[in-house]
Antibody, heavy 116, light 107 residues
Framework: QIQLVQSGPELKKPGESVKISCKAS????????MHWVKQAPGKGLKWMGW????????TYADDFKGRFVFSLEASASTANLQISNLKNEDTATYFCARSADVMDAWGQGASVTVSS | DIQMTQSPSSMSASLGDRVTITCQAS??????LIWFQQKPGKSPRPMIYYATNLANGVPSRFSGSRSGSDYSLTISSLESEDMADYHCLQYKQYLYTFGAGTKLELK
């Protein structure tokens, strides 16, 4: 069956970096784009952008240009999100979701807590 | 950028009630809209896609509709398992925007 399995919770200090992984199985990885979505505690969903899993080209929403990097390990059917120079406001759960228009399968979410 | 104005932000309703949640698009998005349900601690689940199509496994009491730039999710007869957050998402031209979300609670 289709699965997106994300890496575990992270506790980081301001200024540090974090890398979240999303491993896909049950389908051909390069047939679907991979999106990233942020959910701060008690807040709604915010679309961060997506990566073309065939070409590797990322597209970032305006609020996520600069410190955020989407990458692939296509041979391992894995998409990654790296956040550098972490800030308190990066504390959130980050979801990956596959899409060919409709985001029809989601990871379980990866929690990132930024605290000094 | 396309903005999605979702209302209400929260609402309480009784079992058996008819419930409607709405998203208004700031620009034309055609029918490129998805409704998600999200329960606490869980990932979002697609309920309606292309504005009016029921996703696999979703009960028939859920429906989606469009009137101009207004998109609605309706639950015809509320059940206890429907208590959740609901989010709309537009996906026009490879740039996506979520609405702010609606918290649906039991009265």
């Amino acid at each position: 069956q289709i699965q997106l399995v994300q890496s575990g919770p992270e506790l980081k200090k301001p200024g540090e970096s974090v890398k979240i992984s999303c491993k896909a199985s049950g389908y051909t990885f390069t047939d679907y784009a991979m999106h990233w979505v942020k959910q701060a505690p008690g807040k709604g969903l915010k679309w961060m952008g997506w990566i073309n899993t065939y070409t590797g080209k990322p597209t970032y929403a305006d609020d996520f240009k600069g410190r955020f990097v989407f990458s692939l390990e296509a041979s391992a059917s894995t998409a990654n999100l790296q956040i550098s120079n972490l800030k308190n406001e990066d504390t959130a759960t980050y979801f990956c979701a596959r899409s060919a228009d409709v985001m029809d399968a989601w990871g379980q979410g990866a929690s990132v807590t930024v605290s000094s | 950028d396309i903005q999605m104005t979702q209302s209400p932000s929260s609402m309480s309703a009784s079992l058996g009630d008819r419930v409607t949640i709405t998203c208004q698009a700031s620009q034309d998005i055609g029918n490129n809209l998805i409704w998600f349900q999200q329960k606490p601690g869980k990932s979002p689940r697609p309920m309606i896609y292309y504005a009016t199509n029921l996703a696999n496994g979703v009960p028939s009491r859920f429906s989606g509709s469009r009137s101009g730039s207004d998109y609605s999710l309706t639950i015809s007869s509320l059940e206890s398992e429907d208590m959740a957050d609901y989010h709309c998402l537009q996906y026009k031209q490879y740039l996506y925007t979520f609405g702010a979300g609606t918290k649906l609670e039991l009265k």
